[in-house]
């Protein structure tokens, strides 16, 4: 089971626009990617089923949520989530909360539509799922070549800093 919070880079990926809309053109020929394509890269930013024991049981139990993938119930993790935002916590620390939400795909036992007549009718889809909001607390890790940009500002002020004491020494 795979419920990732993922970091997409597009600026190496190609941009297939227009091009396998031939017939015959496919972008991965039998399961393949063509070698003239480079794929988006990814990291993963956050897991939602937190870490996983060796019985396959998650974190999620603590918030009396499971992963039934048979026939789940009201406290069944969605299988997919469609909303998402990142708001800054405002204590101080620079972490933010992270909000995902899904919607519950009219899974109702109670639901009603207007059919063509415009008349409300109801429906039982078998089970009632609510929808959904989790919230976790999140840090930004800054990306490796902000670390890279750091050291080299912090190894170039070393060096300024060094020349300048030989100048003073040697006055």
């Known amino acids: 089971m795979f419920k990732s919070i993922l970091l997409a880079d597009l600026s190496t990926a190609t941009n297939i626009n227009g091009m396998f ?3 015959g053109a496919a ?4 399961g393949v990617l063509n070698p003239s394509v480079t794929a988006v890269s ?3 930013a956050l897991n939602m089923l937190g870490k996983l024991t ?3 049981a998650s974190e999620l139990s ?6 039934n993938a048979g026939n789940g119930d009201i406290n069944t993790l969605s299988e997919k989530w469609e909303a998402m935002g990142l708001v800054p916590v405002g204590d101080g620390t620079g972490d933010f909360f992270l909000i995902v939400g899904n919607d519950n795909d009219f899974q109702s036992a109670t639901g009603k539509y207007l059919n063509a007549a415009n008349v ?3 429906y039982n889809a078998g089970l009632e799922n609510d929808s959904v909001v989790l919230a ?5 890790v800054p990306e490796p070549e902000t670390y890279t940009l750091l050291l080299a500002g912090l190894g170039l002020v070393g ?3 060094r020349r300048r004491r030989r100048r003073v020494v040697a006055a």
């Open 21 to 23: 809309d031939g017939t």
């Open 27 to 30: 972008v991965a020929p039998g």
């Open 42 to 44: 990814w990291t993963e």
């Open 54 to 56: 060796p019985t396959g």
């Open 62 to 67: 603590k918030f009396g949520l499971n992963l």
């Open 120 to 122: 409300l009718v109801p």
């Open 136 to 140: 976790y607390r999140v840090t930004a």
């Open 159 to 161: 060096a300024v800093a």
